[in-house]
């Protein structure tokens, strides 16, 4: 599932194919992903007028039509853009393709249709009518803590609410935790301050390395739990083992002799 590297990867590619240019067609290929929006104002605010910029909060992420507003993308579990030729056929399961007057094009693909495809004048506003937390890249010390402390539940859990914090999913709140060496289903009630921010560093640090490296777990550091996410594999920090259990609904993977 797409989680905040991802989503922030895909901005950054936005941002140097889709910025600049102006938006020649508008192809809605799944009607059934549109979110508060219609194929015919998607093509009314984007034909003819040119991206100017791109946002992301969390895992949305936002295209800007000039002032008239924002094209926004949630992923879901399998979202991504991919460029292309607007003379060429659309990959498979492209959901909207926009193409562009150089004869490029952009594409939101989305193979398991649980992504969204929206609009909205203020996207900043948008953020804040639907309740998300701050996005995990920019929360302060302080407001982190506000945020785990004095709520009830596994740690992981809290980590995975998006309406609490934005960006974190299962993979990389995982990798986080084993950086911190906090067991994903401490309670919250048991979590220090120290440990709190000790989890606030790992969680910036894993983002960020994510980012630089593309996403690609082949990339990632041998010492992270990605590349041995397996129930039974060696612990890349200790001699101990990696198992497999579900928290909050999730799949989590941790190691008991590490994370406590």
């Not at 508008?26 to 605010?45: K, W």
């Not at 220090?192 to 990339?219: K, Y």
Request: glycine share 10%; aromatic share 4%; net charge negative.
């Amino acid at each position: 599932m797409p989680e905040l590297p991802d989503v922030e990867i895909a901005r950054r590619r936005a941002e140097s194919s889709a910025v600049g240019h102006t938006v020649a067609h508008v192809h809605v290929r799944d009607e059934s992903l549109l979110d508060g929006t219609s194929r015919q104002q998607l093509s009314a605010q984007l034909g003819g007028v040119e991206l100017t910029e791109t946002d992301r909060h969390g895992k949305v992420l936002a295209l800007a039509a000039g002032d008239r507003g924002w094209l926004r993308l949630h992923f879901g579990m399998t979202g991504r853009l991919v460029d292309g030729r607007a003379d060429a056929d659309p990959p498979e399961h492209a959901a909207l393709s926009l193409d562009f007057e150089d004869g490029s094009s952009l594409h939101f693909v989305n193979s398991r249709r649980l992504g969204s495809i929206g609009w909205t004048e203020d996207f900043r506003g948008f953020v804040q009518e639907e309740g998300l937390g701050p996005d995990m890249l920019e929360v302060e010390r302080d407001d982190f803590r506000r945020i785990l402390e004095g709520h009830r539940g596994a740690i992981k859990s809290r980590l995975l609410d998006q309406h609490a914090v934005a960006g974190v999913g299962s993979v990389y709140g995982d990798e986080a935790l084993f950086a911190a060496g906090i067991r994903p289903d401490r309670p919250l009630d048991e979590v220090s301050g120290d440990e709190i921010d000790a989890m606030r560093r790992s969680l910036r640090h894993v983002l960020r390395t994510a980012i630089d490296r593309e996403a690609d777990p082949e990339r990632m550091p041998e010492s992270w739990l990605l590349p041995r996410r397996e129930d039974g594999a060696d612990c890349p920090g200790c001699d101990g083992t990696i198992r497999r259990t579900t928290v909050g609904g999730r799949s989590t993977y941790w190691c008991p002799d590490c994370q406590d």
